[in-house]
């Protein structure tokens, strides 16, 4: 397991099997893409996924179809040296969008819990004592606000505390990883003594990170975005962006690893005003030894593709490559 003064390392998200709404079936994994991580180094890839992939509703038996596909892709990247970190952005119950596509809710329901248990310690059992240095499991993405259909935080813990002592039961060597509340920016010094990662976000000010993003509706009449810049009453700098990490710097003194195990900036946004804001984070992250993953890879918040306008592009096997972005997380790993 990982200890406090080290990190899951750098990367990104593939959006592989996030959601059923428009990926109606996995795909093989991306080689392309790892042989990019490969090539630069970078150790680290969080792959968000619906549980509906895994199992049609809740109470339906396992797709083995999907399992052994997952298990491919688990190969692919473990072969390479590639810590992958698997997680349920759409979990039994709950997902930060589309919740109201859930008819049961994972904070309330006993029936949501149980069968989140069941896909955890299933997969415990199957990745049993297997690549305890390179597979983590990320519980849960970006659990609710405070108040949110009767959400709290004691039973965020309960839920937590639950699934992790089963997961242990079954691999006690396993990694764990938790995210952070209200969208993965609320820390949990609560949950100090779980020996899991702490996993946060990299997404303020909203007004660079989600300019023009036509599913939320906060994006509306969001002026240009520059940076430093004032947002929602606030100034946002590396001070206050070093503020803003302070709970998550308590947690780590509590003895936690800390990961941003997602950030980036979406396609509206000038690449000069993404790469500034992005230098920033970068340095803070750095000076906490923090690792990190960007969402995504390739895509509109990726490294490939984005079509940030102002962006400098170089050419790897086909994908577009922000050079600008890359040089800056290359400068920002711990050695």
Request: proline share 5%; charged share 20%.
């Amino acid at each position: 397991m990982i200890k406090a003064d080290e990190n899951l390392g750098y990367g990104f998200n593939a959006q592989w099997a996030y959601t059923t709404t428009h990926m109606p079936a996995a795909l093989p994994a991306d080689a392309r893409m790892l042989d990019f991580m490969a090539k630069y180094e970078f150790r680290f890839l969080r792959l968000p996924m619906d549980y509906r992939f895994w199992i049609n509703q809740i109470g339906a038996p396992l797709n083995e179809n999907f399992m052994k596909l997952l298990d491919s892709y688990i190969h692919e990247s473990v072969s390479r040296g590639i810590h992958i970190s698997i997680n349920l952005h759409r979990a039994p119950g709950y997902c930060i969008n589309g919740w109201e596509e859930e008819s049961t809710n994972l904070w309330a329901d006993e029936i949501a819990q149980d069968s989140f248990s069941f896909l955890w310690r299933t997969a415990a059992e199957r990745y049993k004592g297997k690549h305890l240095d390179l597979l983590s499991f990320d519980l849960v993405n970006e659990p609710p606000d405070i108040g949110q259909r009767g959400f709290t935080r004691d039973i965020h813990q309960q839920v937590i505390r639950r699934i992790t002592n089963e997961i242990h039961d079954i691999d006690p060597e396993r990694t764990v990883v938790i995210n952070g509340l209200a969208g993965g920016h609320l820390a949990m010094p609560e949950l100090s003594d779980l020996n899991v990662v702490h996993s946060g976000r990299g997404y303020q000010p909203m007004l660079v990170s989600h300019y023009q993003a036509e599913w939320w509706a906060g994006s509306k009449g969001m002026p240009v975005p520059t940076y430093p810049c004032e947002y929602n009453g606030q100034w946002w700098d590396r001070a206050a962006l070093w503020d803003f990490y302070a709970p998550w710097r308590e947690v780590q003194t509590m003895g936690r690893p800390v990961h941003i195990g997602e950030f980036g900036c979406y396609r509206y946004t000038h690449n000069d005003v993404a790469l500034a804001w992005f230098k920033d984070l970068f340095s803070i992250y750095k000076e906490s030894g923090w690792g990190y993953s960007l969402w995504e890879f390739d895509g509109n918040f990726g490294i490939a593709n984005h079509n940030r306008p102002g962006t400098r592009y170089e050419n790897f096997e086909g994908l577009n490559i922000d050079r600008g972005l890359l040089d800056l997380m290359l400068e920002s790993r711990v050695e």
